[in-house]
């Protein structure tokens, strides 16, 4: 099972807790699960240029951060746990 399906399971449960009123069923953890998941989906970081010791200067497409380091070194944003895809 992938991440993307994983989510989408999550979040049906989420509607279907809706639907059938259940007022107990803590739906907020079901969020947080979705929330922890889509931070495993690379996305593309933002190229800011290369730093005058040759370390690749990147900002996090997720929480705006900016970092210093070689090329997909960093697979991670240091800030917010975001995963990251380089560009070509």
């Given amino acids: 099972m992938t991440i993307e399906e994983i989510i989408k399971h999550q979040e049906q449960l989420i509607e279907f807790i809706k639907i059938m009123n259940i007022p107990k069923y803590p739906t907020e953890e079901n969020e947080m699960i979705i929330a ?47 995963a990251l895809k380089w560009g070509d």
Wanted: proline share 4%; glycine share 8%.
């Fill in 36 to 82: 922890a998941l889509e931070k495993q989906i690379p996305k593309e970081a933002t190229t800011q240029g290369i730093s005058q010791d040759g370390c690749w200067i990147i900002k996090c497409p997720e929480c705006d951060t900016v970092m210093e380091g070689k090329r997909n070194i960093a697979n991670y944003c240091c800030q917010c746990g975001q």
